[in-house]
């Protein structure tokens, strides 16, 4: 499987980070579950955020969302220190998540899926032709083909219309980086492309998009940057077409790259 020639852009290399980490610290207890993370979410560009399990992307994406908060370390968006108390305040930012169980509601249609807990109009009359329109829109807008109509109830989709209604709904905010977890996970092969080719039509449009994902034919199909974690410190943040999947495997598993010279102690790739 491979993205087409016509869907790909050149990612941009220019310009700061739209999100940056540094030095960030979590601990649950006793647990150091983040030890001195550094990280970079760039505009344009797909970043795979990969590790074994137990190796703390989940607290990650969890404390850039502001459902935990970091102990330590500095936060900053758009090259500006930022305090994040909540998942409102990430919103406000522009940083969505699509949690790897999409928290659609199967009794409601597409348009009130995307817009639920942020209806337009009143309280007493919503603005159903307004969010059906803005619906439409979003997805046209990230060449959406899959849905015959926005109004058919998600209960009668299958896992990869699905996934396509999560992301839509987290780009229809204005969002600027769009954090996803695992969206292949339980897909089929062409339904796995159709995501594939969406979340590099996030990019394509300027979003700071990162991937979480155990599958390296994914992250290697569509990554620009890959971050690795290892037991809560961030191993090494590089170009894919500066690695090769053994290097990243070795990574993974031990959290270091005897080929790449990487240390593990400050988490940089020399």
Known sequence: MSVPAAEEAAPTTSGQPLLSLRGIQKSFGAVHVLRGVDLDVRPGHVTALVGDNGAGKSTLIKGIAG????DEGEYHFEGKPVKVHGPRDANQLGIEVVYQDLALCDNLDVVDNMFLGRELG????LDDNAMEQRARETLDGLSVRTLKSVRTHVSALSGGQRQTVAIARAVLWNSKVVILDEPTAALGV???EQVLLLVRRLADRGLGVVLISHNLNDVFEVADDIAVLYLGQLVAQVRKDDV???EVVELITTGSSEKRGTDTTNGVDR
């Open 122 to 125: 009143r309280s007493v009359r």
């Open 244 to 246: 090769t999947r053994g």
């Open 190 to 192: 062409a339904q796995t």
């Open 67 to 70: 459902i935990h908060a970091f």
